[in-house]
C-alpha cells in the first residue's frame, strides 16, 4: 500500500555478524532490497544464504550489524516480529501442516473465528479469494495440503504470506521441487506480487532463472557480500559464476613435488564406477604421492563419486580397487580396513561426535589398535592422539576438548589425525576447506601436500576451482555425472575449467546445475 | 565426593570404583537420594534406617536395576527396549519348564541359569536383528517383542506358575555373602562389568558413538548396524539375568513376571541423566537411578502411605528429569536457538556440560530433581 519512499530501501541490512561456536557464518553482510524488485541472493552452499535469511526471518539473531525496514531501525528478535513488520519467508522444506486444509494452512494461527467458534466458511471464502489472485483458483481451500503438489502447496505458502500482508517475500530455492511449467506459473506470481509494489528476495542455483525473472544479484561468498546491486540481466553468466567460486583472496599452495612417476602401480584405482541418477561411467587412478582434483560445479556428481568410492553409497556399476585389491561395494568398514579415509563435506554431520573430546574423535577409526582383549589402553590412546594433536597443530592442543568447541579449520584437522591416526593410504576430502575460516586455510593446503608427500593418495573435491587447480596434481573435470575432461593441473586454469564445465552441461541448458544440497554453514 | 553415598553406607560395596568418572557428574543425584534418606529418616526415623531395611530397598531394586544396565546401554546406542519385562518372563518360563528342571537335576541347577542366559540373548538377537538390518523403529520392534515375548511365555506355561523344585538353586540366590543378599551382589557386579564395558573397552565406545552420530560412526567405519545387534543382545541377556533373579526370588517362572519393568528400567535410565535421543549416558546416574525411586517406594510404604500416592510421586520425578534433560539438551545446542546470549553464555554451557550434558544438569538440579520428589511426604 505505502509506495517506497523515493530510494529508500524497503530493507537494507548493513555488516550483519552472525557466529556459531567454532565458525563465523557470516562476517559483515550487505543486501539492500527495494519495494517491487526481485532481488536474487546467489552463494555456493555454505556461502552463508541459509544464515542469511533466518536472520531476516527472525530466526537467528545477528551478532552485530544493523537492519533497516522503510528507513527505521528494527530488530528481528522473533518470528513473529519479523511477520509483523510484513517480512515472510518461504522455505525450502515447506513448513505446511499437512493434515489439515488449505485454508486452515493459510491461516494457521490467525484462524477466522467468532467466540473462538471458527467460521470454516470465511476462511475458505477469504483463502479461496488470496489463490484466484495467485491464478490458482483451482486449489480448493478444503483440500488437505498433504495431497496436493509440491507446486500448489508453495501457493499455500505463499498465498498465507500474502494473507499476513508481506511486504517483502524471501523464497528459498522456490524452483528446486517444481517443473519447468510450474515454475512458469510461479514467476508469473511473482511478477504479479512485484507489480503490486511488494518485494521478493529470490534463491536458486539456476542462473537463468535468476536472467529470467531477478532484476538485482547479490552474492554471498565465505559469509560475505562480494558483489551487491548487479543487474541481473547483463551481468556475463561467466562473471556470476567466478565470483560464486573464485577466490577473494589469494592463497599459498604447496609446492608440487616433481610428477610422480608413471610407472609406480596406482594405489587407488577407480573403473566405470556409476551411481544411478548421479554419475556413470567414471574411471580414474590415483598413485600413492598423488593429489587428484575432481572440479565441478555443485550438483555435478563429485561428492557422490567419493562417497561411493568409499562404499557409504552402493554402487551400481563399476568397481573400486586399493593397492590391486578390490572393495566390496557398499562396505565403509571394508574400505577403511583397506586404508581408505573420508573427510567429508557436511563435517559436523558425517564425521565429528561433536560432543565428544578430540581424542575420542580422533582415535575412533583405530580404536582396535589400542585394545586388548576389548579392553582400551586409554593412556596409549591419547597419546597417540596427543601426537597426531600436536603434529597438526590443533588448537588449543586439548585433547579433552570437546571437538564442538573448535573452530572449522581445526575440526577438519581432527577429522584428518583419525586418518592419518588410521594411516590410511587413500585419503578423500570433499570440500576440505568448506567452513574453515580464510586464514586456516593454507594451512590445511600445507597439511594434504604433506600427506601426500608421505606417500599417500589424496583425491579432493572443491567447489572452489582456484583450490583445487592450486593443490591438485592432475584434475578432472566433472560435468553431470560424467568426466568431461581429465589433465594435468598446472596445464589448466580457472576459465579453461569453465569452459570445460559449461560445454559438459551446455546440453542440459544449465550452467549452474539444479541439484540441491543442504546449505552446511550452520548445522 | 565419591565418598559422600558411602557415608551413608548402603552403595558403599560398589560407590567409590563407580564414581571415579568426571568429577561431580553424578552429585545431583546423590544430593537427591541423600534429601529423600533425609525425608526417610525424619519420618521413620528408626524403620528407615534399619539395616534390613536398606536391604529391602536394595533387594528390590537390584532386579529392574540389572536390566536398566542393559537399557542404558541401548539408550545410550540411540535405541530403546520396550521388551524387557517381556523377555525375563519367557526367560523364566522357559528356564523353569519340566524339561529345564529334570535336566537340571541331572546335571547342575546351572542349567536353569544358562536357560535363561540363552533365551534372553536370543530374544535380543532377534530385536536387535529386526531394527538394524530390517530397519523397523527400535520402537515398534521391541513394542512387538513385548507382546509375542509374553504370549509365548504363556503358552509355554500354558498359563501356569511353574515352582522351582530345585533346593540348589534357591539356596544359592536366595542366600547373602557377609550379610549382602545375593541378589544385591550380583546387581552390583553387573554394574561394575557394565561400568567396564561402557568406558574401558571398544565397545563402550563405539556404543556413545554409534548413539551420539550414526552416520559419523559409519563413515569412521564402525559397523554400526552390527553393533547395534549387540546392544540389543546385551540388553537380552540382562533380561536372561534378570529372570535367573526373580526365580530366586519368588521360587517361580512366570509368565508374569517383569510386569511393567520396561517402564521402570527407563524411567531409572532417564532419571539417571542418560539422554533419549542417544550418546550420553553413564552407568552410575543409571544405578543412583534405580536406587532413588525405589528408596522413594520404600519412604512412601513406611509411612503408610498408597501406592497410588507413590505412582504420582514417581511421575513427578520422571518428569522432573526429563524437563532438566531438555534443558540442558538445549543448552548444549544453543548455536541452533536464536537469542544472543548464545553466543556467550553457549561458551560456558558447552564446556561444563556436554560430556556431562547429564552432570551440568544433575548437579544443577538439586533443586527440581531432588527437592521436589521430597514435597509430597
Known amino acids: 500500500m505505502t509506495p517506497s519512499l523515493g530510494q529508500t530501501p524497503l530493507l537494507e541490512m548493513h555488516g550483519i555478524v552472525k557466529t556459531f561456536p567454532g565458525v563465523r557464518a557470516l562476517g559483515g553482510v550487505d543486501l539492500d532490497v527495494r519495494a517491487g524488485e526481485v532481488h536474487c541472493l546467489l552463494g555456493q552452499n555454505g556461502a552463508g544464504k541459509s544464515t542469511l535469511i533466518k536472520v531476516l526471518a527472525g530466526a537467528h539473531q545477528p551478532d552485530a550489524g544493523r537492519i533497516t525496514w522503510r528507513g527505521e531501525e528494527v530488530t528481528l528478535g522473533s518470528p513473529q516480529a519479523a511477520m509483523s513488520l510484513g517480512i515472510a519467508t518461504i522455505y525450502q522444506e515447506l513448513d505446511l501442516v499437512s493434515g489439515l486444509t488449505v485454508a486452515d494452512n493459510i491461516f494457521l494461527g490467525r484462524e477466522q473465528s467468532r467466540f473462538g467458534i471458527t467460521r470454516p466458511a470465511v476462511a475458505n471464502t477469504a483463502a479461496s479469494r488470496l489463490l484466484t489472485r495467485l491464478g490458482h483458483p483451482e486449489i480448493r481451500p478444503t483440500a488437505e495440503v498433504g495431497s496436493l503438489s509440491a507446486a500448489s502447496q508453495q501457493m499455500v505458502s505463499i498465498a498465507r504470506a500474502l494473507s499476513q500482508d508481506a511486504r517483502l517475500i524471501v523464497m528459498d530455492e522456490p524452483s528446486a521441487v517444481l517443473d519447468n511449467e510450474e515454475v512458469e506459473r510461479l514467476f508469473a506470481v511473482v511478477r504479479d506480487l512485484t507489480a503490486h509494489d511488494v518485494a521478493v528476495v529470490y534463491i536458486s542455483h539456476r542462473l537463468e532463472e535468476i536472467r529470467q525473472i531477478g532484476d538485482r544479484i547479490t552474492v554471498l561468498k565465505d559469509g560475505a557480500t562480494v558483489a551487491t546491486g548487479l543487474p541481473a540481466r547483463e551481468t556475463p553468466t561467466r562473471e556470476v559464476i567466478t565470483l560464486m567460486t573464485g577466490r577473494t583472496i589469494e592463497y599459498v599452495f604447496p609446492e608440487r613435488r616433481a610428477p610422480v612417476a608413471s610407472d609406480q602401480a596406482p594405489l587407488l584405482e577407480v573403473e566405470g564406477l556409476g551411481l544411478r541418477g548421479s554419475f556413470a561411467g567414471v574411471s580414474f587412478a590415483v598413485r600413492p604421492g598423488e593429489i587428484v582434483g575432481l572440479a565441478g560445479l555443485v550438483g555435478a556428481g563429485r561428492s557422490e563419486i567419493l562417497e561411493t568410492v568409499f562404499g557409504a553409497r552402493r554402487a551400481t556399476t563399476g568397481t573400486v580397487r586399493v593397492g590391486g585389491k578390490k572393495l566390496r561395494n557398499g562396505d565403509v568398514g571394508g574400505a577403511v580396513a583397506a586404508g581408505v579415509g573420508l573427510a567429508p563435506e557436511e563435517r559436523k554431520s558425517q564425521a565429528l561426535l561433536l560432543g565428544d573430546s578430540v581424542y575420542r574423535n580422533i582415535s575412533i577409526s583405530s580404536l582396535a589398535r589400542f585394545a586388548r582383549g576389548g579392553f582400551l589402553a586409554r593412556g596409549a590412546e591419547r597419546a597417540a592422539a596427543t601426537e597426531q594433536v600436536r603434529s597438526l597443530d590443533v588448537r588449543p592442543a586439548d585433547v579433552d576438548r570437546e571437538v564442538r568447541t573448535l573452530s572449522g579449520g581445526n575440526q577438519q584437522k581432527v577429522v584428518l589425525a583419525r586418518w592419518l591416526l588410521r594411516e590410511c593410504r587413500v585419503l578423500l576430502l570433499d570440500e576440505p576447506t568448506r567452513g574453515v575460516d580464510v586464514g586456516a586455510r593454507s594451512e590445511i593446503y600445507a597439511l594434504v601436500r604433506d600427506l601426500a608427500d608421505r606417500g599417500v593418495a589424496v583425491v579432493v573435491v572443491s567447489s572452489e576451482i582456484p583450490e583445487v587447480l592450486g593443490l591438485a596434481d592432475r584434475v578432472l573435470v566433472i560435468a553431470d555425472g560424467a568426466v568431461v575432461a581429465e589433465e594435468r593441473a598446472d596445464a589448466l586454469d580457472e576459465h579453461r575449467v569453465l569452459d570445460l564445465v559449461m560445454e559438459g552441461t551446455a546440453h542440459q541448458g544449465a550452467p549452474v546445475s539444479t541439484t540441491m544440497q543442504h546449505e552446511g554453514d550452520v548445522a | ?377
Not at chain 2, 554400526?224 to 517362572?253: D, E, F, N, P, W
Not at chain 2, 498408597?306 to 522432573?320: D, K, L, N, T
Not at chain 2, 536464536?338 to 556431562?356: F, I, L, M, N, R
Open chain 2, 1 to 377: 565426593m565419591s565418598a559422600a553415598p558411602a557415608g551413608h553406607g548402603r552403595e558403599a560395596g560398589r560407590g567409590p570404583g563407580l564414581m571415579s568418572g568426571p568429577v561431580g557428574r553424578n552429585l545431583g543425584l546423590v544430593v537427591a537420594l541423600v534429601i529423600l534418606c533425609v525425608v526417610g529418616l525424619i519420618t521413620a526415623g528408626d524403620r528407615f534406617a534399619d539395616v534390613d531395611n536398606v536391604l529391602t530397598i536394595l533387594r528390590g531394586a537390584s532386579i529392574v536395576g540389572v536390566v536398566s544396565i542393559g537399557m542404558t546401554f541401548v539408550i545410550i546406542g540411540g535405541g530403546i527396549d520396550l521388551s524387557v519385562g517381556a523377555i525375563a518372563a519367557l526367560a523364566s518360563v522357559w528356564a523353569t519348564t519340566l524339561a529345564t528342571q529334570q535336566l537340571a537335576e541331572d546335571v547342575h541347577w546351572i542349567v536353569i541359569v544358562l536357560t535363561a542366559l540363552v533365551v534372553g540373548a536370543v530374544a535380543g538377537l532377534v530385536n536387535g536383528v529386526v531394527i538394524a538390518y530390517g530397519k523397523l523403529a527400535a520402537f515398534i520392534a521391541t513394542l512387538a517383542m513385548l507382546t509375542a515375548a509374553r504370549g509365548l511365555a504363556e503358552i509355554i506355561a500354558n498359563r501356569r506358575t511353574q515352582i522351582v523344585r530345585e533346593d540348589g538353586y534357591l539356596d544359592f540366590f536366595s542366600g547373602d555373602v557377609l550379610g549382602v543378599p545375593t541378589l544385591v551382589i550380583i546387581f552390583a557386579l553387573v554394574s561394575v562389568a557394565g561400568w567396564v564395558l561402557l568406558n574401558r573397552t571398544t565397545f563402550g565406545r563405539r556404543t556413545f558413538a554409534v548413539g551420539g552420530n550414526a552416520e559419523a560412526a559409519r563413515l569412521a567405519g564402525i559397523r554400526v548396524q552390527l553393533h547395534t545387534v549387540k546392544l540389543y543382545v546385551l540388553s537380552g541377556i540382562t533380561c536372561g539375568i534378570a529372570a535367573v533373579m526373580i526365580i530366586g526370588r519368588t521360587t517361580t517362572g512366570s509368565s508374569t513376571h517383569g510386569t511393567l519393568w520396561e517402564l521402570e528400567a527407563i524411567a531409572a535410565v532417564v532419571i539417571g541423566g542418560t539422554l533419549l535421543i542417544g550418546g550420553r549416558g553413564t552407568i552410575v546416574g543409571t544405578v543412583l537411578g534405580v536406587i532413588i525411586f525405589f528408596t522413594l517406594g520404600n519412604v512412601f510404604t513406611l509411612n503408610d502411605l498408597s501406592s497410588s500416592a507413590q505412582a504420582v510421586a514417581r511421575g513427578v520425578i520422571i518428569v522432573a528429569a526429563v524437563l532438566l534433560q531438555q534443558r540442558l539438551a538445549t543448552g548444549s545446542f544453543t548455536f541452533r536457538r536464536p537469542g544472543d546470549g548464545a553466543a556467550s553464555s553457549g561458551g560456558a554451557v558447552v564446556q561444563g556440560s556436554p560430556a556431562g550434558a547429564v552432570s551440568g544438569g544433575t548437579s544443577d538440579p538439586g533443586g527440581p530433581g531432588g527437592a521436589r520428589p521430597g514435597t509430597p511426604t
